[in-house]
């Protein structure tokens, strides 16, 4: 049986699944079950980079073609927000397997687990310690870090628990009526923020590197990935710049 394997696509043999045997006759048995890794990172950058795509034309059309039509003004808006909202939720989960990948190599105590269980620590600062125990980041770059992620996060919990607390409406820029928070929240320049800082994190982390080999190995594959699913291109990729830490 053929595999089909993806560029990035982490591949390896399990214990017992690769074998050479001996048999009485003289004949040689083998017996190879190949594992795959696939890392969907680079999926959900993928999803958020073709929305934001969409979420560009619809925020074009909301500009060429607003009027005094209230049903018009809410097509355009819902369209608008239906794609921005999942860039946003994208990047946040894009985030979260990063976390997941670099924590087996934090060094993380098991009394740092327990007190962000116990004092229910949001993810943005989780996120942010792992990447930071990691890279060893300076603190110029954490402090931007902080505020990327944290932002990203936010916006990404506001789409997902959602509320229907009553709030004041409130104007956004580009329009003259009053619009409830999501409509604004959930808008193209945020959708856009939110990707570019994404990218702008990953993309630090590939160039500078840390003493992890395997992360590094990692982070490679995920730009490998980004460069087939055509979310990059070849000279967006960042050479690697080895640093003292």
């Not at 040689?28 to 969907?40: F, M, P, R």
């Not at 789409?159 to 619009?179: F, Q, Y």
């Not at 604004?184 to 982390?205: D, G, H, K, Q, V």
């Not at 080999?213 to 982070?219: A, H, L, W, Y």
Request: with cysteine; aromatic share 8%; hydrophobic share 40%.
């Amino acid at each position: 049986m053929g595999v089909i394997l993806f560029r990035g696509m982490q591949c390896g043999f399990l214990e017992g699944d690769f074998t050479i045997t001996a048999m009485p006759d003289g004949s040689i048995e083998s017996k190879a079950i190949l594992s795959t890794a696939y890392n969907v990172l680079p999926i959900w950058l993928r999803i958020a980079s073709d929305n934001l795509k969409q979420a560009k034309r619809s925020h074009k059309r909301l500009l060429a073609e607003w009027s005094t039509d209230g049903g018009r003004q809410k097509r355009l808006l819902i369209s608008e927000l239906e794609y921005s909202m999942q860039v946003i939720v994208s990047c946040g989960i894009a985030l979260d397997a990063l976390y997941d990948q670099l924590k087996p190599y934090a060094n993380l105590p098991e009394s740092q687990v327990q007190s962000w269980r116990k004092n229910r620590t949001g993810r943005a600062k989780q996120i942010v310690e792992v990447v930071r125990r990691v890279y060893n980041l300076r603190k110029d770059t954490l402090a931007s870090f902080k505020k990327g992620i944290g932002e990203i996060i936010q916006y990404r919990d506001w789409a997902v628990h959602p509320s229907l607390v009553l709030k004041n409406a409130c104007k956004r820029p580009d329009i003259t009526e009053g619009v409830d928070w999501k409509f604004a929240a959930f808008r193209c320049a945020n959708a856009e923020a939110c990707f570019t800082s994404t990218m702008n994190i990953l993309t630090y982390l590939k160039a500078t590197q840390c003493k992890q080999e395997k992360v590094n190995e990692q982070i490679g594959h995920v730009f490998e990935a980004l460069l087939e699913l055509k979310v990059v291109k070849k000279k967006d990729i960042p050479e690697t710049l080895k640093r003292k830490q």
